[in-house]
């Protein structure tokens, strides 16, 4: 090799190792501004989050009244307290709620000020620290028919039950209802079948209100909200079992009736799940009393011939709708039945349920512990 070439050579490597120092310093240099913007970010965000979590203005005297519907969600109170200026992001108290793990937030009239910190104000939403006591306190048991909660309500606000009963089955007030809850109150309940659109939908709960005198669609709109949230909780289950919320209210409130202090409202529950499978009618004597209009300690075989969509006795599988309303426990029994071979089961007369696997087993316990009891 002439030493022309070995010059040539030598004159590409020197050029190679500039440029390669040229890209490791271009390299550098952009990694060092990258790491530099991720801590300025980081940072940024670090102390943002910090002054969002303490109080707007510690020197602040202002007090404000903050109303906290019933039913509300952490996202719905968060927006709340911004609006009124007592915290500076909604979305840091909702990270800030769930990172936590709290829950059990009351509704009412609150009195809070700029000066409280996310903590102080999560401890007053969570022991119900409120302004003023509540004018209207209405509950509602579980088991609860729409006739008997228009009575409840009718009580509570001195209006004449008849009157509060007929708005919450005005079809122009349940319309208006199903504008506001679309995902809630669907289609399903103006079947011409059903008895009553509402019923099955207002939650058993207590409710608080804090006017002298609220409104029907006050009220109902308050049990409402509480409805939704509650089977919010439960909504990928209800898909996964192909239950609509209608559905899936209709079947709890066929449990809660026939459930006792003593029940087991999952093995309730499987019978008639199980019913359904084979084809069987649920024949549960509650969706009988139902169609009568009547409470009656027992249902006689006469009673069984009542001409209605509700008789489980007369047609197969669920009623056009519920029957009553139904709680937590028996929402949760209709999703996760028990895994039994039962078809059958009757209420002691000391309130054990007693279940039994075939008709044979069913008319011998029936024989035992209710014929010879007459």
Do not use: C, W
Request: aromatic share 8%.
């Amino acid at each position: 090799m002439t030493t022309e070439k070995k010059d040539i050579i030598r004159h590409k490597l020197l050029e190679s190792q500039k440029e390669a120092k040229v890209v490791r310093k271009i390299v550098t240099i952009i990694s060092l501004i990258l790491v530099l913007l991720i801590l300025i970010v980081g940072g940024g965000g670090y102390l943002y989050i910090k002054s969002a979590l303490n109080p707007i203005d510690p020197n602040s005297k202002i007090h404000t009244k903050v109303a906290i519907p019933i039913g509300s969600s952490v996202t719905s109170i968060g927006e709340t307290l911004e609006d009124h200026g007592i915290i500076k992001n909604a979305r840091v108290f909702k990270y800030y709620v769930k990172f936590k793990n709290e829950a059990g937030f009351m509704a009412g009239e609150y009195e809070l000020s700029p000066s409280m910190d996310i903590p102080e104000i999560v401890s007053r939403l969570k022991t119900g620290k409120v302004l003023a006591q509540p004018a209207v306190k209405m509950t509602i048991p579980e088991g609860k028919q729409l006739k008997e909660i228009a009575a409840i309500m009718a009580k509570a606000t001195k209006q004449k039950e008849a009157d509060v009963f007929k708005q919450i089955n005005d079809a122009s007030f349940v319309k208006s209802l199903m504008t506001k809850y679309p995902n809630l109150l669907t289609n399903e309940i103006l079947n011409t079948a059903v008895k009553y659109p509402l019923e099955g939908y207002l939650y058993p709960a207590t409710y608080s209100f804090y006017k002298k005198n609220p409104t029907v669609e006050e009220m109902v709109d308050a049990m409402l909200e509480k409805t939704q949230s509650v089977l919010a909780n439960y909504s990928e289950e209800s898909k996964e079992k192909k239950l609509t919320f209608h559905r899936l209210l209709t079947m709890a409130s066929l449990i809660e009736e026939e459930a006792t202090k003593k029940a087991d409202r999952k093995a309730i529950s499987s019978v008639f799940y199980n019913r359904l499978k084979k084809g069987m009618p649920l024949q549960t004597d509650p969706t009988v009393l139902y169609a009568q209009g009547k409470h009656k300690q027992r249902v006689y075989y006469k009673d069984l011939k009542v001409n209605s969509p509700y008789n489980t006795y007369k047609h197969q599988g669920l009623p056009p709708g519920p029957i009553a309303n139904a709680g937590k426990i028996s929402i949760e029994a209709a999703l996760e039945p028990e895994n039994t071979n039962y078809y059958y089961f009757l209420a002691a007369p000391d309130g054990k349920i007693i279940f039994s696997k075939t008709l044979e087993e069913h008319n011998i316990e029936k024989a035992k512990h209710i014929s010879n009891k007459k």
